[in-house]
């Protein structure tokens, strides 16, 4: 069974510059998930994806870590990941690859074990993906809008804002930090979801997302 583990790391980002090289906890950002997939025990090719020429080289001095340079306009603030995993698929056309792993870098405190445990429970069910979640702090279904006369309404009713919390249906949020898909599913749709997708939940602290700097020091 040949898995392969894609990070996107693209040069650029408003928030934090170089934000997948920033120091986070004595490494760069990116070497967090790089280790993650190498210590997976079902991962069997790691590729890294990026623009950048720094980012390219840091990931080429491990050694079972392939590097491949994405576009530019793959590279972009507006730049989807669906595209930049598919052009990985494609650059190694003469591999046929039975899973694809998305492990995002800026989820550094997502562990091999979390990968394997999530491998292991979609091994085992007739899912094609799945997708990590963190439960929500703040029920969507309490969240409010302006219509189009300008007044306020509750995105599902105007009853849900004021219920306990308890009384509203249990939620989740895509932490960021794994995807798992059969290659196959992938390339036919070109999306991470399907109408078979597994969840896999991790606690809030382990989906720290880093997207400025102040979840550098939290």
Known sequence: MK????IPARG????????NLVNFLGKPLLQWSIEAALNSKYITDVVV???????????????????IRRPKELALD??????????????LKGTTFDYLILLQPTSPLRKSDDIDEAFNKLLASYANS???????NYHPYKSLRINNEGFLEGIINNE???????????????????????????????????????????????????????????
Do not use: W
């Not at 960021?176 to 109408?195: C, E, P, Q, R, W």
């Open 130 to 136: 799945l997708i990590s979640v963190c439960s929500n």
């Open 49 to 67: 994806s990026s623009d950048d020429d720094d980012i390219l080289r840091i990931s080429q001095k491990h050694k079972n870590v392939i590097t």
């Open 160 to 218: 849900y804002p004021f219920f306990p919390r308890q009384e509203l249906p249990q939620t989740y949020s895509a932490n960021g930090a794994i995807y798992i898909i059969k290659v196959k599913d992938f390339i036919k749709n070109h999306s991470l979801i399907t109408s078979k997708t597994l969840h896999f939940k991790m606690s809030i602290e382990r989906s720290l997302d880093i997207d400025s700097k102040i979840d550098l020091i939290k």
């Open 12 to 19: 650029g980002s408003k928030g934090i510059p170089k934000k």
């Open 78 to 91: 507006t730049s989807r990941t669906e595209p930049v995993l598919a052009h990985v698929i494609e650059s």
């Open 3 to 6: 898995v392969i583990a894609i």
